[in-house]
């Protein structure tokens, strides 16, 4: 293996080629369903123009998410064979609570059913009404849980970290004078904890750097403010910290891992993300605080030695955290993400850049500059996309935000059409498929109409909420397609 010009772990090619190369071959497949235009419009309909709603009887390459989607290595599912089943004190969880001192050199450790279990109880035990919550960038759930026990969040990112178009390597970085300006401010008694999220979900799975983690680290310890680190996409951090940021370029991941984890008095991560099995946890080494959470587990998610997973997920995720540990795995869904985004660069496709980790994502906003923003671009470029090609991605605009209390809508900062690379998951040609189809509806987007409401949750709108176009516009997408690729799929 050697390391191409940006330092992503591919293998030269004679060609001269600069692709991905999978480092793992693939044992067990799953079939997967291409099915005509006509038919993917009438499941779109059904599902309400939201992308959440269809099922996957009617998705080509599922890019939702890379929640529970990863490709899980011969070893994890060897792991879930042996597992000890007992309600308490089973010895698959020793073998976790050893995978958690190894891979985040931590000694204290509490097991929950799913990441957003961790921010419940981490956001109960922590967060008391009046309580202010600086961060790099809110993840949805993380949001939810914070204000449902009377917070209020503060997203100080850097003025960098919502241009689309950059070459900053560490657009997750928190804004450190912003930090300082919110705790003289509100004074440091009402500050309850600060939060870095690793490669910052919703911003495009971008990083932040150690120098930048250290700076919070120092501020925050300087006015007894406890660091709070969201670490369900930290694999992929490590990795670009590894690649971008060169005091670490000879370091291990797991050193890498080991240095993240030590700036923070509280990681908690979902299992989901970090190690392509159900589950989450929280970890600590600070005694203090592991006693104040503890109290949580048996009453919201099981007993402390299974916390709401099933025995065979907690072996499972043991194993997974070990090879997170594996530059060959951790930087296989970066390098694809990386190619595709290079290539949709390339063809004038406005993209998120530099690549982040989870996923390519598409500026809706520019994509489709002629929809409103009050009429969702990302929400309606997610569902044209998904007509076009059976490609399912994700809105992260305003459809992911919510009304104020006057019922309107909050503008989101930034329309994107989010395309995740689970793990391991897909190959080159698919990623080539993927992007040829997202090509084409770049040239047809003149075609592409808003989306409103017509059914609307209160909470979490975009998991359930129904939607229809604003105009006619899908039936002219689907003509427009058969007359540029007669009966193919
Ligand atoms: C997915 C995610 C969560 C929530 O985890 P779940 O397992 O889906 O509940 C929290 N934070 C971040 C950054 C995430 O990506």
Known sequence: ?????????????????????????????????????????????????????????????????????????????????????????????????????????????????????????????????????????????????????????????????????????????????????????????????????????????????IANMREVRQVAREHGIMVVLDASLIGENAWFIKQREPEFRDRSIKEILHEMIGLADVTYFSSRKVSSTRGGGIATNNEEIYKKLKDWIPLYEGFYTYGGMSIREVEAMAVGLIETLDESIISQSPSFIRYMVNELDRLGIPVVTPAGGLGVHIDAGQFLSHVPQTEYPAGALAAAYFLVSGVRGMERGTISSVRDAQGKDVLADIELLRLAMPRRVFTLSQVKYATDRLHWLFQNRHLVGGLRFYEEPPVLRFFGGKLEPTTPWPEKLVAKFRADFGNSL
């Open 1 to 209: 293996m050697s390391t191409s010009s940006n330092g992503s772990p591919t293998v030269k090619f004679f060609s001269g080629e600069d692709i991905p190369l999978e480092l793992h071959k693939v044992r067990i497949v799953q079939k997967l369903n291409l099915i005509p235009i006509e038919e993917r419009h009438k499941a779109i309909v059904e599902a309400g123009f939201n992308t959440f709603l269809l099922t996957t009887k009617t998705v080509f390459l599922d890019m939702l998410t890379d929640s529970g989607t990863n490709a899980m290595s011969d070893n994890q599912v060897a792991s879930m064979l042996r597992a000890d089943d007992a309600y308490a004190g089973s010895q698959s969880y020793m073998r976790l609570e050893e995978a958690i001192r190894e891979a985040f050199n931590c000694r204290y450790f509490l097991p929950v059913h799913q990441g957003r279990a961790a921010e419940n109880i981490i956001s109960k035990t922590f967060v008391k009404a009046g309580d202010v919550i600086p961060m790099n960038y809110h993840f949805t759930t993380t949001k939810a849980h914070i204000e449902i026990n009377g917070g209020t969040i503060f997203e100080i990112y850097t003025d960098e970290a919502l241009k689309v178009k950059s070459t900053h390597p560490f657009k997750g970085n928190l804004d450190i004078g912003k930090l300082k300006d919110i705790i003289k401010k509100y004074g440091a008694d009402k500050v309850a904890y600060v939060r870095m999220e690793a490669s910052t979900n919703l911003i495009g799975g971008q990083p932040f750097s």
